[in-house]
């Protein structure tokens, strides 16, 4: 199911930049753009989208009288709302009004998928939803088939089959690939929720293993565990995941 969706802001070239963000966000259908907060509201009166991208300062008013004046209209069913927004003081006040997420200017193009997984989440219910062109669903909960990411000046759409290891890095995680290593500052939790736990496997607090790519499980003589992968890389195991290998391995 598509989600219709209209871009609020005074700013063009920041118009121009969502427009092109959301070209790699196949479930939304933009279905028009405006400048100014009478012209928001006309807009999607008359369009009636689920989604609206929405700037907080705009000339004369700001995207709080949208809301307001939406809000009165009867008969009327409220977009969900994205703010996008370079002033971060508003923040607070945008999820008080239940806004699904709150992009603060400059954002990345994985911080707006995550606004949009939001927004699809709210959007569709669950038996309704279709995939992700990155992802997947499995017993109603969507993982990641690829990972999106800036490296070196490129934007990467590595899959995450390519995926050996993944280890913590203070504010970062490196991601094992075959014959390259990417950073991105992310946290190893937030990464643990986006890839299926039938292939991908915590074995520490700092370390995640791609269960294609692990050779064996050692034992060593101070009593801790390492994983070694089929490239002889060694990656620790804490004692506290051991269970979690264990039940694997039971299953299997």
Not at 194 to 211: G, K, M, Q, Y
Request: one cysteine or more; glycine letters at 6%.
């Amino acid at each position: 199911m598509m989600i219709h969706a209209v871009l609020a802001g005074d700013e063009v070239l920041a118009r121009q930049k969502l427009r092109r963000l959301l070209r790699d966000e196949p479930e939304i259908e933009i279905v028009g753009e405006c400048a100014t907060v009478p012209e928001t509201i006309e807009l999607v009166r008359a369009t009636g989208p689920e989604l609206l991208f929405l700037d907080i300062r705009m000339p004369g008013m700001d995207g709080f009288d949208v809301i307001g004046a939406l809000s009165a209209c009867k008969d009327f069913t409220m977009p969900n709302i994205i703010f996008t927004t370079a002033y971060d003081q508003y923040a607070l006040r945008g999820f008080e009004i239940h806004a699904v997420d709150y992009l603060l200017k400059p954002f990345t193009s994985e911080r707006l998928h995550s606004a949009v997984d939001r927004a699809i989440e709210r959007t569709h219910p669950p038996e309704l939803r279709t995939v992700r062109s990155n992802g997947f669903i499995r017993n109603g909960t969507a993982f990641s088939t690829r990972i999106v990411f800036k490296s070196q000046g490129r934007i990467l759409f590595l899959p995450v089959s390519d995926i050996r290891w993944i280890g913590a890095e203070e504010n970062y995680v490196r991601i094992y690939a075959e014959t390259e290593t990417h950073l991105l500052r992310d946290t190893i939790s937030h990464l643990e929720e986006r890839l299926d736990p039938e292939a991908f496997l915590r074995v520490h607090r700092s370390s995640i293993v791609n269960l294609q790519y692990v050779k064996e499980v050692r034992s060593e003589p101070n009593g801790d565990f390492t994983v070694v992968m089929v490239n002889g890389q060694r990656v620790p195991m804490s004692r506290s995941y051991r269970s979690r290998v264990s039940e694997l391995m039971i299953r299997a």
